[in-house]
């Protein structure tokens, strides 16, 4: 902290009366009070705009903290929410949001932004200084910030005490008792090797593990106070942890992310080492690379284990690092540090506050969470958007990928078919993306602010923060395919030229319904994408050449046949419109002598994908 008596005099604006505070939701942290301005006048008060999904406002709870104690008998800090998406304008979950970021000080929440509007606020955070005669000072936008507001504060204690205009006094602080509860928002989880859990309790500053059950609690580690602190699980100290990854050798990353630090957890142990980050944040012109204990870290909120390194989820500055555990460095991947939407080479790309990670086949993948956005970093080092249009385009949609639509996605995990699950945390919702299809659909809805999950067997386990619980849900049959689909052989295919055929014939009393346009779909397309020279792609046609490259070797054709057909007959009134779909996902080879034609069928009249009378096709 600067020191403000050697520092010279804080440059103030010109003096405007400050508006009344106004919000349809009420105060929260009062104890059931109402405080006016007014009523303040004779305090320094100190206005928070924020926002619970905006990591620089949470950053600028925490840097809050200690200027709130220094100065607690002069001083009176309101946060006054001022929600960016529509599930922040719901009361309950403002107050979950007070309750998880423990901030110390009287909420006022204004869901249909009345105090945001009066006071003229263009960005999240804002900072508004108002003086003990009830006039705004000052007026900060972004966050590091609290050394010149301390200058001027102290400033505004010497000046207004001299002018008998000072009102000292306690702190108008009353939080709510919290439930007792096993877990308190719990964010990330990992499955460990021995089929038992490990779960961030964070706003216990704990790592839990549970055993198989998801429920039972085995060890806590961490003694459950705010810090950073190395050794054993009954003296290390976390705060507010997230993201967790299992290392070859059986460890555990933590993203701590308050502490803006990784740490290392030895589950056998229950010994606790920080790996990288030094406990302060990164500020504009510090170091994006070097020895991991020297370079600063900001708001690391997920780890995954990828290509030999440690990669972050870095949401403080919009970007993803990579740590070194054996070399003992960081560096810088991908993201610029603004935050936007801009697909492109990995350094060149634009995250916005990167929250989840998952590993595939086809690379890394990211929930991106302020841009409601699934996003793929390549092996090829090009980062592309697979669901999600920009900062504001947010909501809920299935569908097509490119019309999909999210709302600040907080998590995303691998599938036993490939696809990914988002915790699509503002919907209450898991979701379902597969890149074979390009197709986004839900999993399950009523989950309070799933944050993250975890494939297990036939089940997905996933965290709902905002129950403070973890929830096993059975994965549908199309997630984990047909049995002998996923026990398939590789099938040697014909180098270049291939011809792809779906069989469907609608069963008895129904026809192709085109009264609307095609009846049937097909999209075609593979893992990787280069093993096809041509012929992936969306079309109406059930038939599709294909061409193959050798130079791929073994891959994967991801196929997926659509058929409407609707109920026939003069005696119908009242015809019903019934869609066939399935999936395949035909492990192939392109060989010398290899099938020049694939079949693989939809339906049929009698259940095979034959009419009556039909010669059976060599299929798949």
């Not at 030895?266 to 012109?285: I, N, Q």
């Not at 054996?326 to 492109?344: P, S």
């Given at each position: 902290?600067?020191?403000?008596?050697?520092?010279?005099?804080?440059?103030?604006?010109?003096?405007?009366?400050a508006?009344?505070?106004?919000?349809?939701?009420?105060?929260?942290?009062t104890?059931?009070?109402?405080?006016?301005?007014?009523?303040?006048?004779?305090?320094?008060?100190?206005?928070?705009?924020?926002?619970?999904?905006?990591?620089?406002?949470?950053?600028?709870?925490?840097?809050?903290?200690?200027?709130?104690?220094?100065?607690?008998?002069?001083?009176?800090?309101?946060?006054?929410?001022?929600?960016?998406?529509?599930?922040?304008?719901?009361?309950?979950?403002?107050?979950?949001?007070?309750?998880?970021?423990?901030?110390?000080?009287?909420?006022?929440d204004?869901?249909?932004?009345?105090?945001?509007?009066?006071?003229?606020?263009?960005?999240?955070?804002?900072?508004?200084?108002?003086?003990?005669?009830?006039?705004?000072?000052?007026?900060?936008?972004?966050?590091?910030?609290?050394?010149?507001?301390?200058?001027?504060v102290?400033?505004?204690?010497?000046?207004?005490?001299?002018?008998?205009?000072?009102?000292?006094?306690?702190?108008?602080?009353?939080?709510?008792?919290?439930?007792?509860?096993?877990?308190?928002?719990?964010?990330?989880?990992?499955?460990?090797?021995?089929?038992?859990?490990?779960?961030?309790?964070?706003?216990?500053?704990?790592?839990?593990?549970?055993?198989?059950?998801?429920?039972?609690?085995?060890?806590?580690?961490?003694?459950?106070?705010r810090?950073?602190?190395?050794?054993?699980?009954?003296?290390?100290?976390?705060?507010?942890?997230?993201?967790?990854?299992?290392?070859?050798?059986?460890?555990?990353?933590?993203?701590?992310?308050?502490?803006?630090?990784?740490?290392?957890?030895?589950?056998?142990?229950?010994?606790?080492?920080?790996?990288?980050?030094?406990?302060s944040?990164?500020?504009?012109?510090?170091?994006?690379?070097?020895?991991?204990?020297?370079?600063?870290?900001?708001?690391?909120?997920?780890?995954?284990?990828?290509?030999?390194?440690?990669?972050?989820?870095?949401?403080?500055?919009?970007?993803?690092?990579?740590?070194?555990?054996?070399?003992?460095?960081?560096?810088?991947?991908?993201?610029?540090?603004?935050?936007?939407?801009?697909?492109?080479?990995?350094?060149?790309?634009?995250?916005?506050?990167?929250?989840?990670?998952?590993?595939?086949?086809?690379?890394?993948?990211?929930?991106?969470?302020?841009?409601?956005?699934?996003?793929?970093?390549?092996?090829?080092?090009?980062?592309?958007?697979?669901?999600?249009?920009?900062?504001?385009?947010?909501?809920?949609?299935?569908?097509?990928?490119?019309?999909?639509?999210?709302?600040?996605?907080?998590?995303v995990?691998a599938?036993?078919?490939?696809?990914?699950?988002?915790?699509?945390?503002?919907?209450?919702?898991?979701?379902r993306?597969?890149?074979?299809?390009?197709e986004?659909?839900?999993?399950?809805?009523?989950?309070?602010?799933?944050?993250?999950?975890?494939?297990?067997?036939?089940?997905?386990?996933?965290?709902?923060?905002?129950?403070?619980?973890?929830?096993?849900?059975?994965?549908?049959?199309?997630?984990?395919?047909?049995?002998?689909?996923?026990?398939?052989?590789?099938?040697?295919?014909?180098?270049?030229p291939?011809?792809?055929?779906?069989?469907?014939?609608?069963?008895?009393?129904?026809?192709?319904?085109?009264?609307?346009?095609?009846?049937?779909?097909?999209?075609?397309?593979?893992?990787?994408?280069?093993?096809?020279?041509?012929?992936?792609?969306?079309g109406?046609?059930?038939?599709?050449?294909?061409?193959?490259?050798?130079?791929?070797?073994?891959?994967v054709?991801?196929?997926?046949?659509?058929?409407?057909?609707?109920?026939?007959?003069?005696?119908?009134?009242?015809?019903?419109?019934?869609?066939?779909?399935?999936?395949?996902?035909?492990?192939?080879?392109?060989?010398?002598?290899?099938?020049?034609?694939?079949?693989?069928?939809?339906?049929?009249?009698?259940?095979?994908?034959?009419?009556?009378?039909?010669?059976?096709?060599?299929?798949?």
């Amino acid at each position: 902290m600067d020191d403000a008596a050697s520092a010279p005099p804080v440059r103030r604006s010109a003096r405007v009366r400050a508006p009344e505070l106004a919000g349809k939701g009420g105060w929260l942290n009062t104890g059931g009070a109402a405080y006016t301005l007014a009523g303040l006048r004779g305090r320094v008060v100190l206005l928070d705009f924020w926002t619970f999904c905006c990591v620089n406002c949470l950053h600028v709870v925490d840097e809050l903290r200690e200027l709130e104690e220094r100065h607690r008998d002069t001083l009176v800090v309101i946060g006054v929410h001022s929600p960016k998406f529509p599930h922040e304008a719901e009361h309950a979950a403002v107050a979950d949001a007070v309750e998880r970021y423990a901030v110390a000080h009287p909420v006022l929440d204004d869901p249909e932004l009345t105090t945001w509007t009066q006071y003229a606020v263009r960005a999240w955070p804002t900072l508004v200084v108002v003086d003990p005669e009830g006039y705004v000072v000052a007026t900060y936008s972004g966050e590091g910030h609290v050394p010149e507001i301390e200058r001027l504060v102290t400033e505004l204690e010497a000046e207004h005490a001299a002018k008998g205009t000072l009102r000292r006094g306690d702190l108008p602080y009353a939080p709510p008792e919290p439930e007792p509860t096993v877990l308190r928002f719990p964010g990330k989880v990992l499955r460990l090797p021995s089929g038992t859990f490990l779960v961030t309790d964070t706003t216990r500053h704990q790592v839990v593990e549970l055993a198989e059950d998801a429920e039972t609690v085995l060890r806590r580690f961490g003694d459950g106070e705010r810090g950073l602190v190395d050794g054993p699980s009954g003296r290390a100290r976390f705060q507010e942890p997230q993201g967790l990854a299992l290392l070859p050798d059986g460890a555990v990353v933590v993203a701590d992310t308050v502490n803006h630090a990784l740490r290392r957890l030895d589950p056998g142990t229950g010994e606790v080492a920080t790996l990288a980050g030094t406990g302060s944040p990164w500020r504009r012109g510090d170091a994006t690379d070097g020895p991991a204990r020297e370079v600063n870290l900001s708001s690391p909120w997920d780890v995954v284990w990828w290509r030999d390194r440690v990669w972050i989820a870095m949401a403080g500055i919009h970007q993803l690092w990579s740590c070194d555990p054996a070399a003992g460095t960081v560096a810088r991947e991908a993201g610029t540090g603004g935050e936007q939407l801009v697909d492109g080479p990995a350094k060149e790309a634009l995250f916005a506050q990167p929250s989840g990670l998952a590993v595939t086949a086809e690379g890394l993948w990211v929930a991106d969470s302020e841009s409601s956005a699934l996003r793929l970093l390549g092996p090829d080092g090009e980062v592309r958007t697979a669901v999600g249009a920009g900062l504001f385009a947010f909501g809920y949609r299935d569908g097509p990928a490119d019309g999909a639509l999210l709302q600040h996605p907080l998590g995303v995990s691998a599938l036993p078919d490939g696809s990914l699950a988002v915790c699509d945390t503002y919907n209450h919702a898991l979701r379902r993306y597969d890149p074979a299809t390009g197709e986004v659909t839900t999993l399950a809805g009523d989950l309070r602010e799933p944050s993250g999950a975890v494939a297990v067997g036939e089940d997905v386990v996933v965290v709902e923060s905002a129950r403070h619980r973890l929830t096993r849900l059975r994965l549908p049959a199309e997630v984990l395919g047909p049995r002998t689909d996923r026990e398939r052989s590789v099938t040697g295919i014909a180098i270049g030229p291939v011809h792809l055929d779906v069989v469907f014939t609608p069963p008895p009393g129904q026809k192709l319904d085109t009264r609307d346009g095609p009846a049937t779909r097909l999209l075609v397309s593979a893992s990787p994408p280069a093993l096809l020279r041509s012929g992936e792609g969306a079309g109406s046609d059930l038939s599709r050449a294909l061409e193959t490259d050798p130079a791929v070797g073994q891959g994967v054709l991801h196929v997926v046949a659509t058929a409407a057909a609707c109920d026939a007959g003069p005696e119908v009134l009242h015809p019903a419109c019934h869609v066939h779909r399935r999936e395949w996902r035909l492990p192939v080879r392109p060989v010398v002598g290899g099938a020049d034609r694939l079949v693989v069928q939809l339906s049929g009249a009698d259940g095979t994908g034959r009419a009556p009378g039909q010669a059976p096709y060599p299929s798949l």
